[in-house]
C-alpha cells in the first residue's frame, strides 16, 4: 500500500516567517501535487513535480521533487495570511486511473 | 471558480433517507471522481469514472452508488447510511485518467448523517 505522510500536521506562525512542509513516503511516485484548501472550498492545485530532483518555484513557494522520487518539500519564504490553508501533496498510484493518493494534510496559519 | 459545481452544499439526513449529490463540470472533461475528506484523514478516493464508465471502485460500501449519465454530470447516491459517513464529499474532474493530470476539485457537501 502506497502512503504519503505529511510533517507537520500543524503549524501556527508570525507573517514574514519561513517554513517547510514535508510529504514523505517509502515508495516511488511518477509524480507528486501539492494542494492548497481553504475552508469551504475544494483544493486547488499549485504545482506538480514530475522529475527526480525538480524544483518549481510560484512566487514565494518553492517545491522540490526527491532524487529517488519518494518525497517532496514545499518552503514558503516570507509567509503571508493570505497563505493560511490546508497544503496537501498527493502521488499517482501504481494504476493507470488517475488515481491519487494523498497526505493527511498540513494546517498552516499565518498570524498577522 | 465555477468549474466544477456540487449541489447541495449542506446536507443533514437520517439513516433511513434516501439522497443524491450532484457535481457539474464545465471543463470539457473525461474523467470524474468521488472523494470523501474526513477530519484528521487522508482524502479517500471512492469512485473513478472515464468517459461514463467506472473504473476504480475502492472498496466501497453498497450505501453509496454512483452513477456518471454523461461525462459532464456525476451523481453519488445515499441510502441508509451510518453516523461514520458524516465527511466532506468532493468532486473532482480531470482531462484523462492519465498519469499527472491536474484534477480540478469542487467545493464539495457537507454531509451529517443523523
Known amino acids: 500500500t502506497q502512503l504519503l505522510e505529511q510533517s507537520p500536521q500543524f503549524l501556527s506562525i508570525q507573517e514574514g516567517e519561513n517554513l517547510t512542509v514535508y510529504c514523505n513516503s517509502s515508495?516511488?511516485?511518477?509524480?507528486l501535487q501539492w494542494y492548497r484548501q481553504e475552508p469551504g472550498e475544494g483544493p486547488v492545485l499549485l504545482v506538480t513535480v514530475v522529475t527526480g530532483g525538480e524544483v518549481k518555484k510560484l512566487k514565494r513557494l518553492t517545491f522540490q521533487f526527491g532524487d529517488a522520487r519518494k518525497d517532496s518539500s514545499l518552503h514558503i519564504t516570507a509567509a503571508q495570511p493570505g497563505d493560511t490553508g490546508l497544503y496537501l501533496c498527493?502521488?499517482?498510484?501504481?494504476?493507470?486511473?488517475?488515481?491519487?493518493?494523498f497526505g493527511q494534510g498540513t494546517t498552516l496559519q499565518v498570524k498577522p | 471558480e465555477t468549474g466544477v459545481t456540487q449541489t447541495p452544499r449542506h446536507l443533514v439526513m437520517g439513516m433511513t433517507n434516501k439522497k443524491s449529490l450532484k457535481c457539474e463540470q464545465h471543463l470539457g472533461h473525461n474523467a470524474m471522481y468521488w472523494y470523501k475528506q474526513s477530519a484528521k484523514k487522508p482524502l479517500e478516493l471512492m469512485f473513478v469514472y472515464s468517459l461514463e464508465e467506472r473504473v476504480e471502485n475502492n472498496s466501497v460500501p453498497s450505501r453509496f452508488s454512483p452513477e456518471c449519465p454523461n461525462s459532464s454530470h456525476l451523481f453519488l447516491h445515499l441510502h441508509t447510511l451510518q453516523p461514520e459517513d458524516s465527511a466532506l464529499y468532493l468532486c473532482?474532474?480531470?482531462?484523462?485518467?492519465?498519469?499527472?493530470?491536474?484534477?480540478?476539485f469542487g467545493d464539495g457537501t457537507r454531509l451529517s448523517i443523523l
Open positions: 515508495s516511488v511516485f511518477s509524480s
Open positions: 473532482a474532474s480531470s482531462q484523462t485518467t492519465g498519469k499527472n493530470q491536474p484534477q480540478h
Open positions: 498527493a502521488g499517482n498510484g501504481s494504476s493507470n486511473t488517475g488515481k491519487l493518493i
